[in-house]
Protein backbone atom coordinates (compact mmCIF):
# COMPACT_ATOMS: atom_id res chain seq x y z
CA UNK A 1 0.00 0.00 0.00
CA UNK A 2 1.94 3.15 -1.09
CA UNK A 3 1.04 6.51 0.07
CA UNK A 4 -1.20 8.01 -1.90
CA UNK A 5 -0.95 11.89 -0.71
CA UNK A 6 1.58 14.16 -2.61
CA UNK A 7 3.88 15.68 0.75
CA UNK A 8 3.13 19.47 0.47
CA UNK A 9 6.81 20.43 -0.40
CA UNK A 10 6.52 18.08 -4.09
CA UNK A 11 3.01 20.21 -5.51
CA UNK A 12 5.53 22.57 -7.62
CA UNK A 13 7.59 19.23 -9.33
CA UNK A 14 4.13 17.59 -9.80
CA UNK A 15 2.62 20.37 -11.34
CA UNK A 16 6.12 21.00 -13.39
CA UNK A 17 6.39 17.09 -14.23
CA UNK A 18 2.90 16.86 -15.42
CA UNK A 19 2.42 19.89 -17.30
CA UNK A 20 3.51 18.06 -20.52
CA UNK A 21 2.91 14.48 -20.51
CA UNK A 22 2.41 13.74 -24.35
CA UNK A 23 6.28 15.28 -25.02
CA UNK A 24 7.72 13.14 -21.51
CA UNK A 25 10.97 11.76 -21.69
CA UNK A 26 11.39 8.03 -21.78
CA UNK A 27 13.53 7.52 -19.14
CA UNK A 28 13.43 10.01 -15.70
CA UNK A 29 15.68 9.91 -12.81
CA UNK A 30 14.41 11.20 -9.55
CA UNK A 31 17.10 12.04 -7.22
CA UNK A 32 17.36 13.95 -3.83
CA UNK A 33 18.97 12.97 -0.33
CA UNK A 34 16.77 10.44 1.70
CA UNK A 35 14.09 10.66 3.35
CA UNK A 36 12.12 13.67 1.60
CA UNK A 37 9.76 11.18 -0.51
CA UNK A 38 11.15 10.54 -3.43
CA UNK A 39 9.70 6.70 -3.71
CA UNK A 40 6.20 8.00 -2.94
CA UNK A 41 6.41 10.38 -5.42
CA UNK A 42 7.83 8.32 -8.62
CA UNK A 43 4.73 5.46 -7.13
CA UNK A 44 2.00 8.33 -7.33
CA UNK A 45 3.34 9.44 -10.81
CA UNK A 46 3.63 5.87 -12.04
CA UNK A 47 0.11 5.29 -10.70
CA UNK A 48 -1.76 8.40 -12.58
CA UNK A 49 -0.26 7.94 -15.68
CA UNK A 50 -1.56 4.52 -16.17
CA UNK A 51 -5.37 5.82 -14.25
CA UNK A 52 -8.35 5.50 -16.24
CA UNK A 53 -9.57 8.48 -14.57
CA UNK A 54 -6.78 10.95 -13.45
CA UNK A 55 -7.97 14.14 -11.87
CA UNK A 56 -7.92 18.07 -13.04
CA UNK A 57 -4.47 17.81 -11.16
CA UNK A 58 -3.50 14.92 -12.71
CA UNK A 59 -3.61 12.64 -9.45
CA UNK A 60 -4.73 9.14 -9.65
CA UNK A 61 -8.37 8.58 -9.04
CA UNK A 62 -7.56 5.93 -6.71
CA UNK A 63 -11.57 3.96 -8.12
CA UNK A 64 -11.04 2.75 -11.27
CA UNK A 65 -9.73 -0.65 -12.19
CA UNK A 66 -6.13 0.19 -12.66
CA UNK A 67 -5.58 2.08 -9.32
CA UNK A 68 -7.28 -1.47 -8.16
CA UNK A 69 -4.62 -3.15 -9.65
CA UNK A 70 -1.96 -0.76 -8.88
CA UNK A 71 -3.39 -0.73 -4.98
CA UNK A 72 -3.07 -4.83 -4.98
CA UNK A 73 0.43 -4.81 -6.53
CA UNK A 74 -0.38 -6.87 -9.46
CA UNK A 75 -1.51 -4.33 -12.29
CA UNK A 76 0.01 -5.96 -15.72
CA UNK A 77 1.32 -2.73 -17.05
CA UNK A 78 4.06 -1.79 -14.36
CA UNK A 79 7.49 -3.46 -13.08
CA UNK A 80 9.32 -2.63 -9.50
CA UNK A 81 12.57 -3.77 -9.28
CA UNK A 82 14.22 -3.47 -6.08
CA UNK A 83 17.22 -5.32 -4.10
CA UNK A 84 14.89 -7.23 -2.04
CA UNK A 85 12.81 -9.37 -3.97
CA UNK A 86 12.93 -13.02 -4.50
CA UNK A 87 15.91 -14.53 -6.88
CA UNK A 88 16.31 -17.91 -8.15
CA UNK A 89 18.17 -20.59 -6.02
CA UNK A 90 20.91 -20.90 -8.75
CA UNK A 91 21.72 -17.27 -8.27
CA UNK A 92 25.10 -16.05 -6.45
CA UNK A 93 24.02 -15.44 -2.95
CA UNK A 94 26.84 -13.84 -2.24
CA UNK A 95 24.80 -10.07 -2.90
CA UNK A 96 22.51 -10.72 0.10
CA UNK A 97 23.35 -9.31 3.71
CA UNK A 98 22.46 -10.94 6.82
CA UNK A 99 18.74 -12.56 7.35
CA UNK A 100 19.06 -12.88 2.99
CA UNK A 101 18.37 -8.83 2.34
CA UNK A 102 19.57 -8.40 -1.02
CA UNK A 103 22.16 -5.14 -1.32
CA UNK A 104 22.05 -5.12 -5.18
CA UNK A 105 20.15 -5.29 -8.11
CA UNK A 106 21.29 -8.48 -10.39
CA UNK A 107 21.19 -8.60 -14.06
CA UNK A 108 18.75 -11.45 -13.78
CA UNK A 109 16.06 -9.06 -12.73
CA UNK A 110 16.57 -6.58 -15.33
CA UNK A 111 16.72 -9.56 -17.76
CA UNK A 112 13.25 -10.35 -16.43
CA UNK A 113 12.17 -7.18 -17.77
CA UNK A 114 12.52 -8.52 -21.56
CA UNK A 115 9.23 -10.04 -21.77
CA UNK A 116 7.74 -7.64 -19.93
CA UNK A 117 8.83 -4.89 -22.67
CA UNK A 118 8.11 -7.06 -25.76
CA UNK A 119 4.18 -7.16 -24.78
CA UNK A 120 1.50 -5.07 -25.75
CA UNK A 121 0.25 -2.54 -23.12
CA UNK A 122 -3.24 -3.54 -21.15
CA UNK A 123 -4.64 -0.59 -21.58
CA UNK A 124 -5.85 2.09 -24.51
CA UNK A 125 -3.25 4.34 -22.85
CA UNK A 126 -0.67 2.31 -24.22
CA UNK A 127 1.55 3.26 -21.37
CA UNK A 128 4.22 0.65 -19.46
CA UNK A 129 6.36 1.85 -16.58
CA UNK A 130 9.43 0.19 -15.01
CA UNK A 131 10.29 1.60 -11.74
CA UNK A 132 13.90 1.24 -10.29
CA UNK A 133 14.39 2.05 -6.73
CA UNK A 134 17.06 2.31 -5.65
CA UNK A 135 19.05 2.71 -9.02
CA UNK A 136 22.31 3.06 -7.29
CA UNK A 137 21.94 -0.82 -6.49
CA UNK A 138 22.67 -1.73 -10.28
CA UNK A 139 25.76 -3.69 -10.37
CA UNK A 140 28.05 -3.46 -13.43
CA UNK A 141 25.93 -6.30 -15.27
CA UNK A 142 22.55 -5.09 -14.05
CA UNK A 143 23.77 -1.47 -15.17
CA UNK A 144 24.84 -2.88 -18.31
CA UNK A 145 21.87 -4.70 -19.12
CA UNK A 146 19.48 -1.25 -18.44
CA UNK A 147 21.71 0.78 -20.22
CA UNK A 148 20.90 -0.98 -23.45
CA UNK A 149 17.20 -0.74 -22.85
CA UNK A 150 17.53 2.91 -22.65
CA UNK A 151 19.26 3.11 -25.59
CA UNK A 152 16.62 0.85 -27.72
CA UNK A 153 13.27 2.01 -25.61
CA UNK A 154 9.94 0.08 -26.31
CA UNK A 155 7.01 2.27 -27.83
CA UNK A 156 5.28 3.36 -24.70
CA UNK A 157 7.27 2.06 -21.95
CA UNK A 158 8.69 5.03 -19.38
CA UNK A 159 11.64 3.95 -16.78
CA UNK A 160 11.41 5.87 -13.90
CA UNK A 161 14.82 5.50 -11.68
CA UNK A 162 14.83 6.53 -7.88
CA UNK A 163 18.41 7.77 -6.17
CA UNK A 164 19.87 9.73 -3.68
CA UNK A 165 23.15 8.56 -5.10
CA UNK A 166 23.44 9.40 -8.67
CA UNK A 167 27.21 9.49 -8.48
CA UNK A 168 26.94 5.75 -8.61
CA UNK A 169 25.25 5.34 -11.52
CA UNK A 170 27.26 4.80 -14.73
CA UNK A 171 27.77 8.38 -17.05
CA UNK A 172 25.65 6.71 -19.77
CA UNK A 173 22.73 5.77 -18.33
CA UNK A 174 22.54 9.36 -16.48
CA UNK A 175 22.80 10.72 -20.12
CA UNK A 176 19.96 8.92 -21.06
CA UNK A 177 17.74 10.26 -18.22
CA UNK A 178 15.83 13.26 -17.88
CA UNK A 179 16.95 14.07 -14.50
CA UNK A 180 14.65 15.67 -11.91
CA UNK A 181 15.54 17.47 -8.59
CA UNK A 182 13.49 16.47 -5.68
CA UNK A 183 13.13 19.32 -3.28
CA UNK A 184 14.22 19.05 0.12
CA UNK A 185 11.26 20.41 2.43
CA UNK A 186 12.29 23.23 4.73
CA UNK A 187 12.22 22.92 8.32
CA UNK A 188 9.58 24.37 9.28
CA UNK A 189 7.58 22.38 5.92
CA UNK A 190 9.43 18.73 7.59
CA UNK A 191 8.27 19.87 11.35
CA UNK A 192 4.46 21.18 10.11
CA UNK A 193 4.12 17.92 8.59
CA UNK A 194 5.40 15.31 10.80
CA UNK A 195 3.32 17.24 13.77
CA UNK A 196 0.19 16.74 11.82
CA UNK A 197 1.29 13.52 11.36
CA UNK A 198 1.54 12.88 15.05
CA UNK A 199 5.43 12.63 15.12
CA UNK A 200 6.49 13.32 19.07
CA UNK A 201 9.47 14.75 19.51
CA UNK A 202 9.78 15.96 15.54
CA UNK A 203 12.34 18.61 15.92
CA UNK A 204 14.91 16.37 18.17
CA UNK A 205 13.98 13.65 15.09
CA UNK A 206 14.24 15.79 12.37
CA UNK A 207 17.68 17.09 13.58
CA UNK A 208 19.25 13.34 13.92
CA UNK A 209 17.95 12.65 10.25
CA UNK A 210 19.80 15.22 8.71
CA UNK A 211 16.68 17.41 7.77
CA UNK A 212 14.74 14.09 6.04
CA UNK A 213 11.40 14.00 7.54
CA UNK A 214 10.30 10.57 6.32
CA UNK A 215 13.79 9.44 7.70
CA UNK A 216 12.49 10.74 10.96
CA UNK A 217 9.33 9.43 10.76
CA UNK A 218 10.63 5.70 9.85
CA UNK A 219 12.56 5.61 13.19
CA UNK A 220 9.75 5.15 15.70
CA UNK A 221 10.51 1.35 15.91
CA UNK A 222 14.56 1.67 16.24
CA UNK A 223 14.26 4.05 19.95
CA UNK A 224 15.06 1.07 21.77
CA UNK A 225 17.46 -0.71 19.56
CA UNK A 226 19.37 3.30 18.95
CA UNK A 227 19.50 3.36 22.42
CA UNK A 228 20.88 0.15 23.38
CA UNK A 229 23.77 0.96 20.66
CA UNK A 230 24.58 3.97 22.53
CA UNK A 231 24.79 2.70 25.49
CA UNK A 232 27.35 0.37 24.17
CA UNK A 233 29.62 2.89 22.27
CA UNK A 234 29.36 4.96 25.36
CA UNK A 235 31.84 2.16 26.80
CA UNK A 236 34.50 3.55 24.49
CA UNK A 237 37.49 0.89 25.26
CA UNK A 238 35.74 -1.40 27.17
CA UNK A 239 32.65 -1.61 24.02
CA UNK A 240 31.50 -4.93 23.30
CA UNK A 241 32.17 -5.71 19.61
CA UNK A 242 30.12 -8.28 19.07
CA UNK A 243 27.15 -7.14 20.96
CA UNK A 244 27.24 -3.42 19.17
CA UNK A 245 27.74 -5.35 16.10
CA UNK A 246 24.45 -7.48 16.27
CA UNK A 247 22.74 -4.59 16.82
CA UNK A 248 24.18 -2.52 13.86
CA UNK A 249 23.81 -5.34 11.24
CA UNK A 250 19.73 -4.94 12.13
CA UNK A 251 19.77 -1.11 10.59
CA UNK A 252 21.36 -2.28 7.42
CA UNK A 253 24.74 -1.12 6.65
CA UNK A 254 24.57 2.31 5.32
CA UNK A 255 22.31 3.25 8.66
CA UNK A 256 25.20 1.85 10.71
CA UNK A 257 27.46 3.43 9.21
CA UNK A 258 25.37 6.54 9.41
CA UNK A 259 25.10 6.02 13.27
CA UNK A 260 28.48 5.41 13.47
CA UNK A 261 29.51 8.80 11.96
CA UNK A 262 26.88 10.36 13.55
CA UNK A 263 28.00 9.60 16.84
CA UNK A 264 31.99 10.15 16.26
CA UNK A 265 31.00 13.93 14.93
CA UNK A 266 30.09 14.36 18.20
CA UNK A 267 32.52 12.89 19.70
CA UNK A 268 35.34 15.25 17.82
CA UNK A 269 32.53 18.02 18.41
CA UNK A 270 32.11 17.86 22.33
CA UNK A 271 35.89 17.46 22.67
CA UNK A 272 36.90 20.70 20.51
CA UNK A 273 33.39 23.08 21.81
CA UNK A 274 32.06 21.32 24.52
CA UNK A 275 29.21 20.79 22.18
CA UNK A 276 26.73 17.89 20.23
CA UNK A 277 24.73 17.86 17.31
CA UNK A 278 22.93 14.90 17.30
CA UNK A 279 22.73 13.27 20.88
CA UNK A 280 21.78 16.09 23.18
CA UNK A 281 20.61 13.55 25.67
CA UNK A 282 24.00 12.32 25.72
CA UNK A 283 25.63 15.60 26.00
CA UNK A 284 27.59 14.50 29.12
CA UNK A 285 28.35 10.94 29.24
CA UNK A 286 29.97 12.39 25.53
CA UNK A 287 31.89 14.92 26.83
CA UNK A 288 33.18 12.35 29.52
CA UNK A 289 34.60 10.29 26.78
CA UNK A 290 35.74 12.28 24.56
CA UNK A 291 38.50 13.39 27.06
CA UNK A 292 39.72 10.18 26.24
CA UNK A 293 39.71 10.57 22.37
CA UNK A 294 43.23 10.26 20.50
CA UNK A 295 42.96 12.92 17.51
CA UNK A 296 45.29 10.51 15.42
CA UNK A 297 43.53 7.64 15.78
CA UNK A 298 39.86 9.18 15.00
CA UNK A 299 41.00 10.90 12.24
CA UNK A 300 42.12 7.37 11.09
CA UNK A 301 39.08 5.91 11.99
CA UNK A 302 37.25 8.61 10.07
CA UNK A 303 38.75 7.60 6.97
CA UNK A 304 37.44 4.11 7.36
CA UNK A 305 34.05 5.18 7.46
CA UNK A 306 33.71 7.03 4.60
CA UNK A 307 35.50 3.73 2.82
CA UNK A 308 33.24 1.28 4.66
CA UNK A 309 30.16 3.58 2.78
CA UNK A 310 31.37 3.49 -0.46
CA UNK A 311 31.06 -0.25 0.18
CA UNK A 312 27.63 -0.07 1.60
CA UNK A 313 26.31 -2.11 -0.74
CA UNK A 314 28.53 -4.47 -2.42
CA UNK A 315 28.65 -7.92 -1.49
CA UNK A 316 30.79 -8.52 1.22
CA UNK A 317 30.17 -9.96 4.39
CA UNK A 318 29.08 -7.45 6.36
CA UNK A 319 28.76 -8.28 9.65
CA UNK A 320 32.44 -8.65 10.02
CA UNK A 321 33.27 -5.64 8.55
CA UNK A 322 31.43 -4.00 11.41
CA UNK A 323 32.84 -6.02 13.76
CA UNK A 324 36.29 -4.63 12.64
CA UNK A 325 35.11 -0.85 12.71
CA UNK A 326 33.61 -1.19 16.28
CA UNK A 327 37.30 -2.81 17.23
CA UNK A 328 39.25 0.24 15.66
CA UNK A 329 36.60 2.25 17.39
CA UNK A 330 37.72 1.08 21.08
CA UNK A 331 41.26 2.05 19.87
CA UNK A 332 40.08 5.95 19.88
CA UNK A 333 40.92 6.23 23.33
CA UNK A 334 43.03 6.15 25.96
CA UNK A 335 43.63 2.65 28.66
CA UNK A 336 41.21 4.45 31.19
CA UNK A 337 38.19 3.77 32.43
CA UNK A 338 35.68 6.23 32.38
CA UNK A 339 34.94 8.13 35.63
Known sequence: MINNQLYPWQQKTWLLLTADKQRMHHALLLKGQSGIGKLDFATNFAKSLLCNNPTVDHQACNICPSCGWFEQDNHPDFRQITPEQDTDKDEDTSVKGKGGKKSQISVAQIRSLSDFLSLSSHQKSGARIVLIHPAEALN????????????????????????????????????????????????????????????????????????????????????????????????????????????????????????????????????????????????????????????????????????????????????????????????????????
Open 140 to 339: NASANALLKMLEEPSAGVLFILVSHQPHKLLPTILSRCQKIDMPIPSQAESLSWMQITGIENAAERLRYAGGSPLLAASKDGEGAQMAILLKELLCGRQLNVFNAASTLIVMGMENAINALQKWTYDLMLSASINQVRYHAEYAVDLNKLSKLLMLDQYFLFQEKLVEAKKSATHPLNQELQLEALLLQYTQLFKVKNVS
